[in-house]
């Protein structure tokens, strides 16, 4: 176990002491790059902020996956088992999955109101939509038959 974490978290701390020693050398002012000990202050300083945005934050992530993840599975069944559906709506799916999310959070902002979770919850609900339900379609209609036994 040390074997395998040892040399990533070796590498982690190499980082910051670069970082930290590479700033203070070459005189970088704070507001353009910070250095980790400044960051650390700053964390700690500001925690009773930090800890209640995370968990709202947290809180917008979860609700989107997890509604993204159902329907895009609900979607996905139904497009693997109908073919006449799968022909019409997987091509529709993979365009609209790069449609990029700088042209869709304003849109949501604008339905549900910039302070509402709801609109965050449905940003991460599509980006997780896509790509879950054409996997999963692929998935299902890859299979053949004979190798399910």
């Keep these: 176990m040390t074997r395998r974490y040892l040399p990533p978290a070796l590498v982690f ?8 020693v590479g700033v203070n050398a070459a005189g970088i002012k704070g507001f353009l790059l910070p ?3 400044r960051i650390i202050a700053s964390v700690q300083s500001e925690w009773a902020v930090i800890w209640p945005a995370g968990l709202f934050t947290l809180r917008e992530a979860l609700g989107g996956l997890l509604g993204g993840t159902a329907l895009a599975v609900l979607a996905g069944f139904a497009v693997a088992r109908w073919s006449l559906i799968r022909a019409g709506a997987l091509p529709f799916a993979i ?3 790069s449609a990029p999310i700088i042209a869709l959070a304003p849109i949501t902002n604008q339905w549900f109101g910039i302070t509402n979770p709801v609109a965050k919850m449905s940003v991460v609900g599509v980006m997780v939509f896509f790509p879950i339900m054409i996997n999963l379609v692929r998935g299902l209609t890859d299979v053949g038959a004979g190798k399910l036994h």
Excluded at 13 to 20: D, G, H, P, S, Y
């Design 13 to 20: 701390v190499a980082i910051l002491v670069v970082w930290e």
């Design 35 to 37: 250095p980790p000990s």
């Design 95 to 97: 365009a609209a999955g």
